[in-house]
């Protein structure tokens, strides 16, 4: 049998990644998502929204993250890989879906090749590696946000082991919040803390004011970093800046409601944000001469493409979502990047072209 070149593979099953496919899939092509969330802990930023409904989403109501997840998973459902024929060459349109962490992503001649550990790692046991490939690529892995160090595991490996305290109160409607944007609207007047340094995190606090002008920010034991103008609003806004380092989380539960301080001190707040920066999700396209920026997003031109150094696109490689640079996205935005990379993933599969391109 020979070996399935797909036409579109899209790295992750977040909203950007499911809608490029369903795209790709609907103008006839035959795609393959690949998927981190059953197989690593990197399930997408909308799955830890545990308890808090992701609103402001197209189509859905209020829902949850895991919730979110599986109804992505059975739009793509809706279109299996089907045989089908067209100009009298028989072809294959749909989606097929498989659990893979992306790990090595390489291109020989036309063809991509996408290396994915495709069963959850354990200690103690080799990985399992498959090999797919691909005529074009779609990345839409996202990006994990960074945890603030509070009972940090320095020790251990992988993100989750080592913010696991962290992770108990994250996407909880009284635990840890990443972004003010999207849940705000649950701490109408109330008390917010906000941990994080520099001019970076006065962004965060004024995006809180439409919610409530109770500011704290907690820069966990670093300068807070405030450019003297910032510090001069940050003082005429009343915002209290408080520098000692955070020693542990005090909660019930999944409830987060306060800190013990290290000088002793028990500070109780009512929600809880942080932005301490992004870990893109884009491990495996090291090697690779791209454009990103400061942050490790990807610079993509307007019909998604990824851009070589010196700009010009880079024959058959798309970005959608969260991962491409600009302004922090939201789950509508996503679907409208994917989107747009499905379709234009599936153009350049295209036989014919205007004479003049
Ligand atoms: C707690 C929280 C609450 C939010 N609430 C809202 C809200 O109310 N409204 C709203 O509009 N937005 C909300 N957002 C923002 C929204 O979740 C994101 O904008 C959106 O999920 C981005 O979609 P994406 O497809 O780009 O990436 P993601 O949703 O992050 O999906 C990335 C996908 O890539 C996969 N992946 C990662 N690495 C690999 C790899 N190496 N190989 C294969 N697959 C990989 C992951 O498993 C996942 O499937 C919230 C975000 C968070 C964190």
Redesign the pocket.
Known sequence: MSETIYDVAV?????????AAVSASHQMRHALV????KV?Y?????????S??????PVFP?IT?PN??KELMKWMEARPVTPTTIHGEPRKTGIEVRD????KLTKDGDIFNLE?STVRFRKGKSLEIENFKSRTVIV??????RWPDIEFKEEAERLYQQYITVFRY??NRKG????I???GHLHVDEHLAIVGVGDYIYDVALGAQDFTDKITILTNGRPHGFSPKVLEQVRKRDIEIIETKIKKHLGEKTNLMGFEMEDGRELYFDGFLVDEGLIP????LDGWDYQKDEEGLIITNGDMQMLDANGHPIPGLFA?????SGE???????FA??QEAGLSASDALRKWHHPVH
């Not at 790295?11 to 809608?19: N, T």
């Not at 839409?140 to 946000?145: E, I, M, N, R």
């Not at 840890?176 to 972004?179: A, I, P």
């Open positions: 790295i992750g099953a977040g909203p950007a990644g499911v809608q690949l998927h981190a969330g690593s990197s399930r997408g930023r909308a799955y830890w929204s545990k808090v409904e992701i609103e402001d989403a209020g993250g979110f997840a893979g962490l992306v790990t994915a839409a892995s996202g990006f994990d946000d994250a996407g840890w919040h990443v972004c944007r999207c849940d999700n884009t491990k495996f959608a979502g969260d991962l491409v922090r996205n939201l789950i509508a935005t996503a990047l994917g």
